[in-house]
C-alpha cells in the first residue's frame, strides 16, 4: 500500500468510505490511529508539495489543454486533497481506545481478539478494530461488522448467531484475549 492509500482501493480514489453509524462512535486502536496521522503527515508535508510543484511548472509550459502533467497532476491534487478531508474528519471524530490497556476478562468489548469455531467446526480467528483498520487478510474485522456485533458482550464458552450471505450461521467463543496490535 502507498502512503496516500489511494492507490489500493481505499478511500478518496472515487469510492465512499464507510460512514459510521448514526449517532456511532469512530472507535480505533491506538496503532490505527497513529497510521492515519502518519498517512495524513505524508500526505501534507510530501506527495501535495510535490505535486503543486509539478502542476506549477506544467501550468507555466503554455498551453493547458493537452497537457498531461497538468491535466493529471490537477485529478491527483483532487485525490489528496479529498483524501486529507476524509482523514482530517476520521481524526478529529476518532475515540481512541487501547486493547492492551484492558484488564483480564473474558468478555468481548471493542479491541478483543476472539477465537471462535464455527458450524463446520473450523477455528478462526478474529480481531475487533476501527472501521478504518479493517484487514480481512490478518483477520481484523469493525466493530460493526455483522461478526463482531454477533459476539460483542459475549463471553468465552458462549454462542452465537451470526447473520451471513448464506443465512444465520453458529459459532462458539473458545477465547478471548485483548493484547496491543502490530
Do not use: C, H
Request: proline letters at 4%.
Amino acid at each position: 500500500m502507498n502512503p496516500s492509500g489511494l492507490s489500493n482501493g481505499t478511500a478518496g480514489e472515487g469510492q465512499e468510505a464507510e460512514s459510521l453509524p448514526q449517532g456511532g462512535k469512530n472507535y480505533i486502536t491506538p496503532q490505527g490511529y497513529a497510521r492515519l496521522k502518519s498517512e495524513l503527515a505524508q500526505l501534507l508535508d510530501v506527495e501535495r508539495p510535490e505535486l503543486v510543484k509539478v502542476v506549477a511548472w506544467a501550468a507555466s509550459n503554455g498551453d493547458r489543454s493537452e497537457n498531461g502533467d497538468y491535466i493529471y497532476g490537477k485529478k491527483r491534487l483532487r485525490e489528496i486533497d479529498r483524501r486529507i478531508r476524509f482523514l482530517n474528519q476520521r481524526l478529529d471524530s476518532a475515540v481512541v481506545v487501547d486493547p492492551a490497556a484492558r484488564g483480564e476478562t473474558d468478555r468481548i468489548f471493542f479491541g478483543a481478539t476472539v477465537d471462535y469455531v464455527n458450524g463446520a467446526g473450523e477455528a478462526r480467528t478474529i480481531t475487533i478494530v476501527g472501521m478504518d483498520e479493517v484487514d480481512p487478510g490478518r483477520g481484523y474485522v469493525s466493530w460493526i461488522s455483522p461478526i463482531a456485533r454477533a459476539v460483542l458482550g459475549k463471553r468465552e464458552g458462549d454462542a452465537a448467531t451470526v447473520l451471513t450471505p448464506l443465512g444465520e450461521q453458529r459459532i462458539e467463543i473458545v477465547a478471548v484475549r485483548y493484547e496491543a496490535l502490530a
